[in-house]
């Protein structure tokens, strides 16, 4: 049974403009980034050994403003502190060049404080709210957010190392362009976005402070996009499944495999409330025929009176255990109806990707370019190609085409959403060729067996992950004889290679 990591201490600030207090700092997230690169966010980050030392009281609001000062300091070049004459600092030059030093790890960030005798101006710090990382990532956070105004003589400058592309707008801006697809916001972001939107024009120190937990109660990507995450049946042990409901006046629901009841009900609510918004439900889709996709798939067909669609190879593998109302073709349209922020007609495009799966589908929104891709690609484990459903040289076939069709936002099965899909197409692909060139560099040791393969190649791994990794070896020795460069033995018991 998979279990959920533990939560990392975080913090970040919604930075406010000192001449515009309606407009709000935002910037986006260094492409680079493993951890949700590209999405747009506030100046923030984890909270680290120092911040404990320099905020003496170790309470986790107290040390969340400190981590908070800090990391705005580090990533956009704002100091929120006051000199020993208690004035705002102004010298915009010496905070710089401390800045630099503090990156060059000539400096901490404590020792700059201490050396100049500042006082940092954490009671300027409007707690807004703490925010639990869904269970869609593997790295999780609980971060305390914070509101604050930015001193009169400083200007964010950002560190492209963690962020980029900052701006200035007021909530509405903020929200509209992403409403618009022209920039993706993390979950928390956009729900603290939401909740200003009714506060704009009121001064930070008229807000009432929170310190509790605020519930995501629904995880968006795209505006016609929601995640639910539950676990689902796996291979070897339960796992977090993405479930996501896909579409605008119309909508779809993708990949229902919860494994526990409390999946369905979770799933079940979000469903009725999109219908509460007037929103209609036309059906289920289906990327592939793997029990955590399809778990609860009848059920909810039945419960809810709508269809399914699947490619026909998928049908195929789910005779007597669900039906398939109809064929999903690649090059198929499925109507999503409209978006109802912006009235842009929305719509989906099947794409066929074997490998994996025999019938397996990815699904492209073309406009903006964001794919729903099931297990041709995960961000928090390996996809497995477990013959004979699974083919090794299909699959990779089936990468390259997803790849080519230009995606930027992709919302896989397992894992957190990738904001640069061709890159991460590349990188699965020159992850299988790294695998690859072990197995024949193992062949060249004379190891010959599935079994003493897989102790060479993924030395460590426990039972009964060993037993998944033989079947991801056969597939890639199924490719390599196809290919003409090994062959078996005794009907496939033993491997070399050819001569």
Known sequence: ??????????????????????????????????????????????????????????????????A??????????????????????????????????????????????????????????????????PPFSPQRFQTRFFQASCPKEQQPQLNSLELDQGTWGTVTQHLERWHRDEILLSPPVLAILEMMKSWEGTSIREIPQRFDEIPL???????????????????????????????????????????RPVGFEEIRKAIQRKQKFGHEFTGILLTHHHPDHVNEAGRFSEKFKVPIFAHPKTALKLVGKCEVHHSLLDGSEINLGVNPETGDELRLFPIFTPGHAEGHLVFLEPRSRTMLVGDLISTSTTILISPPDGHL??????????????????????????????EAFQQALEHREKRESGLLNALGMKLDSLESLALEIYRGLPEPLMRLAQRQLLAGLIKLSEEDKVESLEGGLRWRLKK
């Not at 403009?17 to 709000?24: E, F, G, L």
């Not at 016609?224 to 779809?252: D, K, Y």
């Not at 040289?393 to 061709?422: E, M, W």
């Open 393 to 422: 040289g299909t699959y990779i076939h089936s990468l390259k085409l997803a790849r080519d069709s230009q995606p930027t936002l992709l919302l896989p099965f397992h894992g957190c959403p990738v904001a640069n899909g061709h």
């Open 68 to 133: 908070a000062i800090r990391e705005l300091f580090e990533e956009a070049g704002v100091l929120l502190a006051l000199d020993e004459n208690g004035n705002c600092l102004n010298d915009v030059t010496l905070l710089a060049s401390l800045r630099e030093q503090i990156r060059l790890k000539k400096i901490t960030f404590g020792e700059m404080i201490a050396r100049n005798g500042w006082r940092l101006m954490g009671d300027k710090l409007v707690a807004m709210g703490l925010f639990s990382t």
């Open 217 to 259: 109660e629904r995880v968006r990507f795209r505006s016609w996009a929601e995640v639910v995450s539950v676990h689902c049946p796996g291979p070897a042990m339960e796992q977090i499944g993405n479930v996501i409901l896909v579409g605008g006046t119309r909508f779809f629901l993708v990949d229902p495999g919860p494994s």
């Open 1 to 66: 049974m998979s279990e959920l990591p533990v939560f990392v201490p975080a913090a970040s600030v919604i930075l406010h403009d000192h001449a515009a207090p309606n407009k709000v700092y935002l910037a986006r997230r260094s492409p680079k980034l493993k951890f949700l690169g590209g999405f747009h966010a506030f100046p923030g980050g984890k909270v680290d050994p120092e911040d404990r030392e320099l905020a003496g009281n170790q309470e986790p609001w107290n040390l969340a403003r400190v």
